[in-house]
């Protein structure tokens, strides 16, 4: 027989269960190499403003036109993923409900950071090219949307069968027009203008023949004449 101490030796040395790895680890990447690569030139640009101006500004430009096109890209993916999925642009692109704990501490914090140090940098020399970098945290907020939209998890989109249908929608045409608003005014009005213009008509005809059985004392006499 085993001895029981042995299997109690088994579990004590076994290996706890790693944690599961972060999805999506290259767009956290490049958020926090983004954001390290603006901290730095911008901090150096306040320090040294005539010495890294072209650098900081520079650095400031690109992640904010990259931001740009990452936040287009992302609303690409979620506009397809749409069709299937409920997305809303609090889940999109702050990680609402979409993200696991430890991704919304990286990829939030990366863009937290990024406004902080635009923010700062920026008042410390007011009206100054450094006010370039409020515009870098686009960068940020575009690779938490990018993030979001290929690997966040929202809800499914109910079936277009549990919608209520329109009023009047599984009438046939002909009976919408007959019985409709626009039916009836055309019918009421198609009857009152029958009713006017049958009238008139039958009012001249009587005229007409009351005019021609009538002779008049003048028109007799000139028959005479003749």
Known sequence: MSDP????????????????????RGIIRASWIGTGAFTVSAVATAIAPHTFVAVGVGVSMVLFFAGIALFLWAFAIAVNRSRA?????????????SASRPVQRQLLGSFGLEVVVGLATAAVHPFTPLAFGVLVPMYGLGLCGLWSARYGTFPP???????PARKGAGKPADKQVAGGPGGKTAGKTGGKTGGKTAGAAAGKAGGRRAKGGRVTPAKKGASRSR
Not at 85 to 97: M, Q, S
Not at 157 to 163: L, Y
């Open 157 to 163: 989109r109910p079936p277009d069968e549990g919608r």
């Open 5 to 24: 101490s042995d299997a109690d030796h088994v579990d004590d040395g076994a290996m706890p269960p790693t944690a599961e790895p972060l999805v999506g």
């Open 85 to 97: 999925d409920l997305i809303g642009v609090g889940g999109l692109f702050f990680l609402a409900g």
